[in-house]
């Protein structure tokens, strides 16, 4: 059963953990609590080297005191844009509850370790479709896709686990700022904001 979020109460300076990963952990625990769907879905904004910016839907596929972590193709899109700008930011769009986590950092690869790990636990179909798309490329139509999901099951055939193409792997978002934001009535809205202050953190309050 879906809960009422409507009617929340204040979020307080007192309120929050003493670093930015405690709170987000309270706050993702009590998404998929409340039973939002894909609440580990964010958006991704990222730019080229020009400064044309693109964003899109992923998902957070783990997180911890280093950063927030995705997988992709490095050949995409946002795998040129951040080799090129190597800067970008997140929004966790939780509606719902009326909340918003937003992030913006630096972001860097994760070792191929992590990489190989996290690879070897998707479903045989997905690593299959990693080497089968040229993501983010123009292709000619869908027929182009299957012949090239068709090449990967030839060439794999029955091996047990698929390697992760070279191509692939992980990024992880190193956090600047983490801003906590959640409605509130009159549009006074309460946006709690952590940012990183040489090795130490502060917690700053901005205005709606």
Do not use: C
């Amino acid at each position: 059963m879906r809960r009422d979020y409507t009617e929340r109460g204040p979020l307080l300076e007192a309120d929050l953990a003493a670093d930015w990963r405690v709170q987000f952990g309270r706050w993702f625990a009590e998404a998929v609590a409340g039973g939002l769907p894909e609440p580990n879905a964010m958006v991704l904004a990222t730019a080229s080297r020009g400064g044309r910016p693109s964003a899109r839907t992923v998902l957070l596929k783990g997180y911890d005191d280093h950063g927030f972590v995705l997988f992709t193709n490095y050949d995409s899109r946002k795998g040129t844009e951040v080799a090129e700008n190597p800067y970008a930011s997140l929004v966790f769009p939780w509606f719902p509850m009326q909340r918003q986590v937003i992030v913006t950092g630096a972001v860097e690869r994760v070792g191929r370790a992590e990489t190989d790990a996290y690879f070897a636990e998707r479903p045989r179909g997905s690593q299959l479709g990693a080497w089968a798309s040229p993501q983010s490329r123009v292709v000619p139509d869908r027929a182009a896709l299957e012949a090239g999901l068709a090449e990967a099951r030839e060439r794999f055939g029955d091996a047990d686990p698929v390697p992760a193409p070279p191509h692939w792997g992980g990024l992880r978002v190193v956090p600047e700022t983490v801003e906590f934001w959640q409605g509130r009535a009159d549009r006074l809205h309460d946006r709690l904001r952590y940012r990183r202050a040489d090795t130490a953190w502060v917690v700053e309050r901005l205005a709606p």
